[in-house]
């Protein structure tokens, strides 16, 4: 049996891309209703977890700067989930900018839990797994978002994100992913909305076989939170004309509650060019062109 003291795992946090967000609803403890289509992204985070002593956190990476390590980091919240004895140090490798839409924080969240789970395998003579239906109800309550995040596969969430269709068909797509460098939250947007009782998608959504059919029908759906979150951040108006603006761009649109809006290609040439058009245009907005598609064989902890 290996010593699981000395077990690392490696774990990718993709980013979530809410390519369609209709708010159908809100419940009576606030929280509001979704009905949103999502992919995952070839672009994300990095939790690595080690051996510890005790559980500890610390942040590498271009985007951590400014965020705390402190226990309101959701890899530490995630951690506490398990109450064991058990160590474990954390480096996060921050990839994707903060409070912008594609879900950063849910994402590490759920590699922790995904990471933790080998690493922890056993405690006290106890598996682990026994108790993970528990465990997974706890950690999503930390964040709507975390559910989602635990597959890392296209789907379709309802509920307040909590209800997951799996969507085993969708076809990756080339995509560009722009985020101006204006941190927007998340709460402050969804309670600057008003209207909060428009229409879900239709039952049953098509089967797309190229980026081109998804596109088309992207233009007939929505993001509900898109007009709000222009109003607190502006420049979300400025990356959306940047994307419609480069060549091939099939839509362009805001993803979660923004401010990182994606567009659509027909390929990664044309997102790749997409990509050098805009940073050369704006060399301080943080740009990526990726793949949006099922990331849930990347996202598997690597053990060593
Ligand atoms: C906008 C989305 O990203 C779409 O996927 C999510 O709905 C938000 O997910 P999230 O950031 O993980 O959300 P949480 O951290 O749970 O909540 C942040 C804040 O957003 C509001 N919130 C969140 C989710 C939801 N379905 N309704 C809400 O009203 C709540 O006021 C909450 O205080
Ligand atoms: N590991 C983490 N990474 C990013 N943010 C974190 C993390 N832990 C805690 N947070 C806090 O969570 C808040 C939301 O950050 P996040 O990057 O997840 O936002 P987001 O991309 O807008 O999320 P969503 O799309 O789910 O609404 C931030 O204000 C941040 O302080």
Request: glycine content about 8%; hydrophobic content about 45%; proline content about 5%.
């Amino acid at each position: 049996m290996t010593d699981k003291k000395t077990t690392s795992v490696k774990v990718f946090a993709p980013a979530k891309i809410n390519l369609t967000l209709h708010i159908t609803g809100q419940r009576d403890d606030g929280y509001h209703l979704i009905d949103s289509l999502v992919a995952f992204a070839s672009v994300g985070d990095v939790v690595k977890i080690g051996p510890g002593e005790a559980v500890s956190l610390k942040i590498n990476g271009a985007e951590g700067d400014g965020l705390s390590a402190d226990a309101d980091n959701l890899i530490l919240k995630t951690a506490d989930i398990f109450k064991t004895d058990q160590g474990a140090s954390f480096t996060l490798i921050k990839k994707l900018p903060v409070a912008s839409g594609i879900g950063g924080g849910s994402a590490d969240a759920a590699a922790a839990f995904r990471g933790l789970v080998p690493l922890w395998a056993e405690h006290d003579g106890k598996v682990l797994s026994d108790d993970l239906v528990a465990e997974t109800e706890a950690l999503a309550k930390l964040g709507a978002d975390i559910p989602m995040c635990l597959f890392s596969a296209p789907c379709r969430a309802t509920g307040i994100g909590n209800k997951l269709q799996m969507i085993e068909t969708f076809t990756p797509v080339s995509a560009l992913l722009v985020n101006p460098r204006v941190a927007v939250s998340t709460q402050d947007v969804f309670k600057s909305l008003k209207q909060k009782d428009n229409a879900p998608m239709l039952d049953a959504l098509p089967q797309f076989t190229h980026a081109a059919d998804l596109a088309g029908w992207l233009k007939d759906q929505r993001n509900d939170l898109e007009a709000v979150a222009k109003e607190i951040a502006p420049v979300i108006d400025d990356v959306l004309n940047a994307l419609n603006d480069t060549d091939e761009c099939l839509i362009a649109r805001m993803s979660g509650s923004g401010a990182t809006c994606f567009a659509l290609y027909p390929n990664g040439e044309t997102s790749d060019q997409a990509a050098k058009v805009i940073r050369k245009e704006y060399p301080d907005w943080w740009v990526k062109s990726c793949m949006l598609g099922d990331q849930s064989a990347r996202s598997m902890p690597k053990v060593s």
